[in-house]
């Protein structure tokens, strides 16, 4: 039997609904789901297996123009994640009505050369337009995906496409995993989520999350979790009145991480200044982000 396999990236702006797709995708929640730009900051895989292909599919941070050391490291996986990439899934909002533009330019500027894989344009949250626009929408992009990541909509459609366009290849990993990543990384993506959940505009985008234990031994799991900020205020009202937002985020955190794990978790969670650390080049490291080499930019 002839197997199809490959690297799936999706890529597009800030808020197009990346990670809402993943997670219906491969039908599990590993992505930050959260209306506040920005959320997913490194590349989230998930792997898609059935009898005879697998889809390695990528979440890529959201398009944008980096202003900082940090926007830069996402701007760098989003990049790399389109460059390693068999079939790209050019995400867009169909609720915002714009013309949707060319993705080199989107991620390298003007003049910026194209991609070796093909792209599929996809319009997401079509459940949101009008019977109109939506019939509008398709007789101006006829060759395009029309989707619903909310509701399930288009997703067989955009599944089959992608695996039509997958290279002859045997699976790349066993037919039973659902991402490449480790424990530790899903976990600390829950509890982030959990903050960006319970917090104001300003603060979530200070905050970052690093495992600094992690002991499945014993029952329950123990696992120690450091939430990050940039100073003494946001670290006050991370905690909240008498510990009670953080007592919070580690209640939700936990309800979320233990379906991930299999079983009860004890959360033991911390929060900690580290000065400036999104745009500290060390402090970016410590907490496993990468920085490209602009050189090679």
């Not at 980096?66 to 994640?81: D, N, V």
């Not at 939506?134 to 007789?139: K, M």
Request: charged share 25%.
């Amino acid at each position: 039997m002839t197997t199809r396999a490959g690297f799936v990236t999706v890529a597009g702006r800030p808020n197009a609904g990346k990670s809402t797709l993943l997670n219906r995708l491969v039908g599990q929640h590993l992505a930050i789901t959260s209306p506040k730009p920005q959320s997913t900051r490194d590349r989230v895989v998930g792997i898609i297996s059935d009898d005879d292909s697998q889809i390695i599919l990528f979440d890529t941070p959201g398009l944008l123009e980096p202003r900082y050391e940090l926007q830069r490291s996402m701007h760098g996986a989003a990049r790399k994640a389109l460059e390693e990439a068999d079939v790209i899934v050019h995400l867009i909002d169909a609720s915002e009505g714009l013309q949707p533009e060319h993705l080199a330019t989107a991620v390298n500027g003007n003049g910026a050369r194209d991609f070796r894989a093909p792209i599929i344009l996809v319009f997401n949250k079509v459940d949101a337009l009008t019977p109109e626009r939506l019939t509008a929408l398709r007789v101006e992009f006829p060759e395009a995906a029309m989707i619903s990541a909310k509701t399930g909509e288009g997703i067989k459609f955009l599944l089959k496409t992608v695996r039509k366009m997958l290279p002859e290849s045997p699976f790349l990993y066993d037919a039973e995993d659902v991402s490449t990543q480790q424990m530790r990384f899903f976990v600390a993506e829950m509890v982030r989520e959990c903050a960006l959940e319970q917090l104001d505009d300003e603060v979530p985008y200070s905050v970052a999350c690093e495992i600094e234990e992690f002991r499945e031994t014993g029952t329950p799991v123990y696992i120690r979790a450091v939430l990050h900020v940039e100073r003494d205020s946001q670290k006050q009202i991370l905690i909240g009145a008498g510990g009670a937002r953080i007592k919070a985020i580690g209640k939700d955190a936990r309800r979320k991480i233990e379906p991930l794990v299999g079983g009860p978790v004890y959360l033991d969670l911390w929060v900690k200044v580290l000065s400036n650390w999104r745009r500290n080049p060390n402090s970016l490291r410590r907490l496993g982000y990468d920085l490209p080499d602009e050189r090679k930019s």
